[in-house]
């Protein structure tokens, strides 16, 4: 697990102050430009979703799509995206959450999960966590069971993960990478 965890640092590019001044932004295109590392990541999230006995895979838009299809078709599973509000056509569930700077809103489509379904959640950075939780709640709302989260990265200081573990209720959560 060292050498994947080496090789995927050596792919995430810092960038000082993007999106806004004090921000130090994880650009992870350097790491899907590489066949080898993007592979590896792929491999690495499939296992997960193998271990974790998934049925399913949700990425969240919109770099969570990137990661989680590959995922699912390695691992033989369906993929299911969770977009923002408004992006769906059709029935969908929502579900409201808050931000550090305001609210926003995600929809999955009605249909797509149930009640025989244990979904991984993928996405490629844990930050404070609000995303996370409102997906946690919106397949749990659609009837299906939350087989857990697996990121990337986990940006530990900003303590996502000791929001979720209530939403979580005894799922997994695991982060190839924690800085």
């Known amino acids: 697990m060292t050498d994947i965890k080496e090789l995927l640092l050596s792919r995430i590019r810092d960038v000082a102050d993007y999106p806004e001044p004090g921000v130090m932004f994880k650009d992870i295109t350097p790491l899907l430009a590489d066949p080898a590392a993007f592979t590896a990541l792929t491999d690495a999230l499939a296992g997960i979703a193998e271990r974790t ?34 992006k769906l056509p059709g029935a969908t569930l929502s579900q409201a959450y808050d931000l550090e700077y305001g609210s926003a809103e995600i929809e999955v489509h009605a249909e797509d999960l149930c009640g025989d379904d244990r979904v991984l959640v993928i996405d490629d950075v844990l930050a404070t966590g609000g995303t996370a939780e409102a997906s946690l709640q919106l397949i749990r709302r659609a009837g299906a069971e939350v087989a857990g989260l697996a990121v990337l990265m986990e940006l530990g200081f900003l303590g996502g993960r000791a929001r979720l573990e209530p939403a979580l209720a005894g799922a997994p959560l695991e982060a190839l990478l924690t800085v």
């Open 53 to 86: 006995g998934a049925t399913k895979v949700v990425g969240l838009e919109a770099r969570g799509f990137i990661l989680a299809a590959p995922v699912a078709v390695r691992a033989g599973l369906g993929f299911i995206p969770v977009r923002k509000a408004g």
